[in-house]
């Protein structure tokens, strides 16, 4: 009888009554219209909000697998570092923080750097996952740093970053503070070389990294609404005692100050990158670019030219961008320019004959 009751009821009874797990991502609330989207749907869509087009964080992984050619990738290898030189502790020792960031991102450290190929041209790439300690630049993420611009001048090709960081970690005091100036010197020995150097500037880019690698590329590329600054808009703000504007310090706004070069919705970054790998290395990409796509999808209209289907968008929230065509005339030449204003200034310069003058009063 009590093997009746220990052992065969509780089985019978757990096995009618057994939940499934709900995974705690299965959706993920949009942070800026509180829409919910199904967490498959979100992946598939680049972590981009269909309805609200707001861009999601990545993981550096994640990133590297939608730049490369076919997801494929080689990861450049990284010296090791000291995990914790100063045997910092607040609280929780450095040493336990490492070991956790490490087992939830499945990275040695916030940076990851690979070489790979970029529609047939050889690039070096580097991203920032926000996840290991926001990102934080400390002596590995420095040494990963170097490490790309290293490799990438040993392969002459291009070198992109994927920077998203929270700024020094401060868990390695100076030790973190004298990776801005390593960082800078590699920079340094790109620009010698003559090879682009990309940033992309994704949510959020701020503090150390901001004031070091992350502004001094050829090239300023941001996603649309990302942070980008020094210190923060909430410190500055209580500093100054005075009101904002509004989007101070997002992508747009840096755009409209001259502070950045462009900001690309993902979608396109990755077709915006092979373009300008291609330009600045002088090279032709392998694959031909129809002009009637964009990131590799036909864009139809229906009959009163609006079009029908979207960027990034299952239900059909977000206008689409078509490129448009623009013949040779209408191209910009600044010959034809100047040659506009040296006629229009020769104009003025010539005096009113009799007819034009006005007459004399008497």
Avoid at 202 to 230: K, N, Q
Wanted: net charge neutral; hydrophobic share 40%.
């Amino acid at each position: 009888m009590n093997w009746i009751n220990n052992v065969v009821r509780p089985k019978i009874r757990s096995f009618l009554t057994t939940k499934r797990e709900v995974p705690d991502n299965l959706w993920i609330k949009c942070p800026e219209t509180g829409q919910m989207v199904f967490y498959k749907d979100l992946e598939a869509n680049q972590f981009v909000v269909p309805g609200s087009n707001y861009h999601m964080r990545m993981g550096a992984d994640v990133r590297l697998q939608h730049l490369f050619d076919g997801g494929h990738y080689d990861r450049v290898p990284v010296p090791p570092v000291a995990q914790d030189p100063l045997k910092f502790r607040d609280g929780r020792r450095y040493s336990e923080r490492l070991k956790d960031a490490k087992a939830n991102t499945e990275m040695e450290d916030a940076v990851l750097v690979a070489d790979g190929k970029l529609d047939g041209q050889a690039i070096v790439a580097a991203a920032q996952d926000f996840r290991f300690m926001a990102g934080s630049l400390g002596m590995a993420a420095g040494e990963a740093v170097i490490a790309g611009m290293t490799r990438a001048a040993e392969k002459k090709s291009p070198f992109i970053l994927f920077a998203a960081s929270g700024g020094a970690r401060m868990q390695e005091g100076i030790l973190s503070l004298m990776q801005m100036p390593r960082t800078t010197i590699a920079v340094q020995r790109l620009r010698e070389a003559k090879l682009p150097y990309i940033v992309v500037l994704t949510d959020p880019t701020t503090g150390g990294v901001t004031a070091s690698y992350a502004m001094l590329g050829d090239i300023h590329i941001a996603e649309p609404g990302a942070l980008i600054c020094f210190a923060g808009p909430r410190v500055i703000q209580q500093t100054i005692r005075e009101q904002l504007p509004e989007g101070f310090q997002r992508a747009e706004y840096l755009l409209a100050h001259g502070m950045i070069d462009m900001v690309v919705h993902r979608h396109q970054l990755r077709e915006t990158l092979s373009r300008l790998c291609h330009l600045l290395m002088n090279e032709r990409p392998v694959k031909t670019v129809d002009k009637k796509k964009l990131n590799g999808k036909t864009h139809t209209t229906n009959g009163s030219g609006v079009e029908a289907n979207l960027i990034g968008s299952r239900n059909g929230s977000t206008p689409a961008i078509e490129p448009e065509i623009v013949g040779p005339e209408e191209r910009f030449d600044p010959a034809r320019i100047e040659h506009h204003e040296r006629q229009h200034d020769d104009d003025e310069d010539v005096p009113a004959t009799r007819s034009q003058r006005p007459k004399d009063r008497h």
